[in-house]
């Protein structure tokens, strides 16, 4: 149980285009959902707090026009990177709290932006 | 504001040798801490867990982790290292309205 998924898996995608991943919460329910991003060799920064039908709460210094996170469900968080840049090429991971203070990951999402 | 200090970005370990993953901790209240083993290019995995009680947590893959309130310290140890624990490990501690501080990760090593 607790499972968390990911979709893409990767994707490579032009300078300036808009990418959507999805995080998805498969055996449970999630109003809380966390969107990580990880550059290579490094730790996980946490962008943003996605809530299932309200606005996302987003770190200091994360831009939240460029990544949009929508919480429509309570199963589906998604994250759009827009006018996507080479700097934004990371490693993306969501997770999906179950139980106060335990998170399960997804698999994570590897952006290219060429 | 809460952190998370591991002092070693890599260890090697033989295969069959113990291992000890050091993690330091600062936070205001008591904390909720974490160990996570990552594979590359994969998502993380919960090894264990520390919310209250018995201060010897035990996990998967025979795994623990003891918390030292006196040295904020939650040491990740397995007396026997296998293969296919190389991998990277990361400590995190439980913060305000449930997110998580990460360490800076180990990366271990293991050696035939």
């Known amino acids: 149980g607790a499972v968390v998924s990911q979709h893409p898996s990767w994707v490579i995608c032009k300078s300036g285009t808009s990418v959507k991943i999805e995080c998805r919460s498969l055996?449970?329910?999630?109003?809380?959902m966390f969107w990580y991003r990880q550059f290579p060799k490094q730790s996980l920064m946490l962008m943003a707090t996605s809530n299932e039908g309200s606005k996302a709460t987003y770190e200091q210094g994360v831009e939240k026009d460029k990544f949009l996170i929508n919480h429509a469900s309570l199963t589906l968080s998604t994250l759009t990177v827009t006018s996507a840049h080479p700097e934004d090429s990371s490693f993306y991971i969501c997770?999906?709290?179950?139980?106060?203070?335990?998170?399960?990951f997804g698999p994570g999402t590897r952006l290219t932006v060429l | 504001a809460q952190s998370v200090t591991q002092p070693d970005i890599h260890i090697t370990v033989s295969e069959g040798a113990s291992l000890e993953l050091r993690c330091n901790y600062s936070y205001g209240a008591t904390p909720y801490l974490f160990w996570y083993v990552q594979s590359p290019g994969q998502g993380l995995q919960l090894l264990l867990k520390y919310f209250s009680g018995d201060t010897l947590v035990q996990g998967i893959k025979g795994f623990e982790a003891e918390f030292k309130r006196s040295q904020s310290s939650f040491n990740l140890r397995k007396p026997s290292v296998h293969w296919s624990d190389a991998a990277e490990y990361f400590c995190?501690?439980?913060?305000?309205?449930?997110?998580?501080?990460f360490g800076t990760g180990t990366r271990l090593l293991v050696s035939p």
């Open positions: 995190a501690v439980g913060a305000g309205f449930q997110k998580l501080v």
């Open positions: 055996d449970f329910q999630a109003t809380t």
């Open positions: 997770s999906a709290r179950l139980l106060a203070n335990e998170q399960f």
